[in-house]
Every structure is written in structure tokens, then in C-alpha cells.
């Protein structure tokens, strides 16, 4: 397996989770909204993340890393206001939550390894 392929491979994991979850919230003008944005910061970092392993340099890496990040943590807002209003039940989605707050650390520790490395 190569370097990263387990973090890649969580991240598709966890897009195809925001996919599922996205298709249960309830069919009306707040759930729409909520899944269409869901959808777009929640499968985007599989796709980012694909795109920072073929970085120009580390710097373009660091920079692409950065933009994963950011839409993982849209991700948790959107998945908090979920939760916050009762469209789906906390308990369905507390391992997704656990999920994006580690693949969160995960992506946070790999830009400050990286950026080691540009100093």
C-alpha cells in the first residue's frame, strides 16, 4: 500500500457516508438545501486529497492539504446544524462526527508535517 492510500481511502469512506446521510435527510426545503451543501464540502476532500498526492511541490501539497481541511470542517458545521435541528437523531450521527473530526486531525497533522519540511 502506498504512502496515504489508508487516509484516500477513508476519505472515499467517509464521501460515500455524506452521500448516504445526504439521501436520509427529509425530502423538504431545509433538508434539500442542507444535503446539497452537505454533499459539496463532504465528498470534496476525497477528491482534494487525491489531487494534494500529485502536488507540484510541498507547497502546492500544504496548499491543497489546507483546502481539504476547510471543507471537512464545513462538513462538521453542516452535520452540527443537522443535529442541532432535529433532522436526523444525534445517535445516527455520531460516528460520521467522529469520523470528520479525525480525518480533521489527521489532515491538520499531515499540513504541520509538511510545512516541517518546507522550513
Not at 2 to 19: L, N
Not at 36 to 41: D, V
Request: hydrophobic share 40%; glycine share 6%; aromatic share 4%.
Amino acid at each position: 500500500m502506498a504512502k496515504g492510500d489508508d487516509i484516500e481511502a477513508r476519505m472515499i469512506d467517509f464521501a460515500v457516508r455524506i452521500i448516504r446521510l445526504g439521501n436520509n435527510l427529509p425530502k423538504s426545503r431545509a433538508g434539500n438545501h442542507i444535503a446539497g451543501q452537505l454533499l459539496c464540502s463532504g465528498t470534496a476532500p476525497a477528491a482534494i486529497y487525491a489531487e494534494a498526492r500529485g502536488a507540484e511541490s510541498s507547497k502546492d501539497f500544504v496548499h491543497k492539504l489546507k483546502l481539504g481541511l476547510k471543507e471537512l470542517n464545513e462538513s462538521r458545521v453542516w452535520l452540527k446544524i443537522i443535529s442541532k435541528s432535529d433532522l436526523l437523531s444525534a445517535e445516527k450521527l455520531h460516528n460520521i462526527n467522529q469520523e470528520c473530526d479525525e480525518l480533521c486531525r489527521v489532515i491538520n497533522a499531515s499540513i504541520k508535517t509538511a510545512r516541517k519540511k518546507l522550513e
